[in-house]
């Protein structure tokens, strides 16, 4: 009976809110607050999140040599260098990271009923553009990340170049470790309108590439990744015979930030090999 009379007190109150032209306010669910040990992700998720849901950031992410986001967009946030303890003092609902989670971390986040959403390396465009999904999913705010992804979408459809052949091109980092089939760089070189031969040196996946087949078969373009304090230190990416190649190989910069993520950074990744690609 008491039941009864509440639900037809609710009824009449929402239709008289409902007569006089305006809907009833609903509390708006809690979105979670988060976490995130990657700096990757981080990219996508001050894209996706509302900065009050961002509990904390990975340190990478204030580190110039290693941010995929703006510093000063970094600077508005805490930064955790990934411990199980620094993320647990957060009390976050929800911690993102990517493939590889220390197990002490793991087992604490279990313990407290923290839910872990791990996210690797993405392979692929299609791959990346399913992360921003799942990361701005995870926020509440799925509406953003399709807006995220129809824009990487369109920055690799501007990077194209159909039509031409492609240009032969090699990206090549400290030590010489170069990234080859089956990779997102390798994708991003093909949309672009490069060819990438770390197949033709038989290189695999990953390889190191050593200085003297490059030497020996150079490419038309060496993309070669790292700042210029890091290209100074290393032994190949400093080497003098590299200056020696360039009338014959357009030797271009290509940031390291642009190489290891997914999301965002694609947009900035095939911009710049689209510019390099305009330069020759």
Known sequence: MRAGV??????????????????????RPQLPRIVSINPC????????????????????SQDRRS???????????TATSGTAEEVVA????????????????IAAL?????????LPVPA????????????ARVTGHADRGERLVAQVNAAVRAAGNPGHAPIPALIWQGGGLVPGSGTLADEL????????????????????LPLEYLVARPPRVLLAVGDRDAKQA????GHPVLNRLKPSVAVRDFGERLLHCGGPTIIDAVTRLADVRRSL
């Open 110 to 118: 279990a313990r407290l009923h923290i839910r872990l959403v791990q």
């Open 41 to 60: 992700v981080d990219a996508v998720l001050v894209r996706v999140a509302d900065p009050a849901q961002i509990a904390a950031i990975s340190h990478y």
């Open 67 to 77: 941010t995929s986001i703006p510093l000063s967009i970094a600077a508005r946030f």
């Open 124 to 135: 692929s465009i299609a791959e990346s553009n399913d992360q921003i999904r799942a990361i």
């Open 189 to 208: 070189l093909r949309v672009a309108g490069f060819r990438n031969l770390s197949a033709r040196y038989g290189l695999q996946q990953w390889d190191v």
């Open 6 to 27: 509440i639900l037809a007190v609710l009824g009449t109150a929402l239709a008289a809110t409902a007569s006089a032209g305006r809907l009833p306010r609903l509390p």
């Open 90 to 105: 957060l009390s976050p609902d929800i911690v993102i990271a990517g493939g590889h989670v220390a197990p002490p971390t």
């Open 234 to 237: 290393d032994r190949m990416l």
